[in-house]
């Protein structure tokens, strides 16, 4: 009962302050509410021109009116509601990753983490798009997660799948690249990959022929219909070039092979469906927001992918500060006097850190990034309730700012990649080490020979919460993230909720509970490590920050001196 205390009392409390203390509708809640209304009322034709979202949050409303009604509190209840039922389905994600139905303490109190996200925690008492929107997309997923481990193939997965993905897309538009493209390249990926365990091993080991160069990884794609997908933990920089040529060349290979892509085509229809269905929607409707165009121009912004690690690292540095200390460590490991450190550290394995040059090569890159295509929104610097208007008028002034934080990307991108990769205390559930993930590939796809052969696809493996990520994996999650990002000129945290869910729920985590602490276990390193103490410390952080931040909204109020008599609030 102690964890979902821990969601409830501090959801139950925030949700009665803020409606005792904000009676009536906030900022964006002014348009949301009255459209809302309206559609309680049966005035569907009446559509407020400020507003950009579809309308799925309406028609919840409207759905469960006839029981509740429209009032403020009971359309903030809908929130309140969809961010409870958020922990269930993130819960159910990571049970079906797993397979074997077992559930387990890590699962769920990493699922409450997630819940106390404070971007998606603070609009839970307030009537926002944001909550509902994502509990859309964690429920697509879930049910992708399903139909692609059944034993069988059903019918009603492309039904299903296309009504699922749909109906997030009717909360916000953005949703198509979390509903189509992240689902279809894990499945492409999945199916591409065709060859036995064998083959893969010696392309991950880099034995000569198979995997030693990038020519050779081609060859062996191209021959042997094989994805070269280490794990992230044994990944250099060099292996995820390798990764994306063994895909594309397999993918050529594809083309020339008609079964298999006719059957790649009927694996990949939901997502087709759904991509044709939002295409069929932006032609209809010239453009991709309804309302408020001018001011949501799609532009080129690729420092969106420059802001998200500080972001993910600031609230999650919890689960990702055993990479950040030992950053350090392995920087003089690189010494020629201090190389038997780097095999002392936690991490236990050699390549902790990546090379002085690469890191210096992807600080040029983000400085040139940040010099050619900086982009301040309007919106940014003109609104004082947001916490990015005092982020940004920081990094604009001195002129010098937005480049000497260059670092702080890099170093931030590379720790948040390395915690997919693999628990940062131990392998396969033993307090230590056990050597070379290379000696059992528990990441590797299933042989053909190891399909069930009543259907046409293979199960999809993905981190569950014990595995680490592969390279693939890592590339498609990046590709997702940056298509969803780069083209919004307005930086705002809550367009950052699902990359940083997707991030956070395929982080590996520790599977004991306090009970189940090993024997061997006898220091008191092992026995954090064994409970995974970072959990319990990401929550202390998540409600501190809640509280701060909470605070903030509902006591510390001011006025403008245009706007007499109204109070402003600080928020997300």
Partial sequence: MALPALQSLPLLAWFKLVNDTVAEPYLDEVFHVRQAQHYCNNRFTIWDPKITTPPGLYLLSYIISSIVGCDLIWLRCLDLFCLVTLQAVITWTYLTRRRNGNDDWASQHSALNVTLFPPLFFFAALYYTDVPSTLSVLIFYWLFLHFNQLSKSSWLKTPVLVVAGSSSLMFRQTNIFWVSIFPAALVLVNELDQAHNAVKVSMHRRVEGFGDTLLSVA????????????????????????????????????????????????????FIIIAASFATFIIWNGGVVLGDKNNHVATLHLPQMLYIWPYFTFFSWP???????????????????????????????????????????????????????????????????????????????????????????????????????????????????????????????????????????????????????????????????????????????????????????????????????PKTASTLRTRLAAVDHRLWLETAWLLLINAATGYMFLYRGFEWPQDPGKVQRFMW
């Fill in 219 to 270: 060859k062996t794609s191209w021959k042997m219909d094989a994805v070269y997908d280490p794990p992230v933990k044994d990944a250099s920089i060099h292996d995820y070039t390798k990764t994306a040529v063994s895909i594309m060349t397999v993918c050529l290979r594809l083309a020339t092979q008609p079964k298999r892509l006719a059957s790649m085509l009927q694996s990949l229809a939901p």
């Fill in 319 to 517: 689960l990702i500060y055993p990479y950040l200390i030992t950053l350090p460590f392995g920087f003089i490991a690189l010494l020629p006097n201090f190389a038997t450190l780097e095999s002392m550290l936690m991490f236990n394995r050699r390549g902790v850190t990546p090379s002085l040059w690469l890191m210096a090569s992807f600080v040029a890159l983000a400085c040139a990034v940040v010099y050619y295509n900086t982009i301040v929104h309007p919106f940014t610097l003109a609104d004082n309730r947001h916490y990015t208007f005092y982020v940004f008028r920081l990094l604009m002034k001195p002129w010098w700012m937005k480049f000497a934080v260059t670092p702080i990307y890099v170093l931030c991108g590379w720790a948040c990649i390395q915690a997919l990769g693999a628990r940062p205390y131990h392998e396969s559930g033993n307090v230590r080490g056990s050597g070379n993930s290379f000696d059992k590939i528990t990441n590797a796809t299933p042989a053909p020979a190891d399909r069930n052969p009543n259907t046409s696809t293979k199960p999809l493996s993905l981190p569950d919460g014990s595995r680490g990520a592969t390279t693939s994996f890592v590339l498609i999650w990046i590709a997702t993230s940056t298509l969803q990002l780069v083209t919004a000129p307005l930086v705002e945290p809550r367009y950052l909720i699902l990359p940083w869910i997707f991030w956070r729920i395929h982080v590996p985590l520790q599977r004991y509970s306090p009970a189940e602490v």
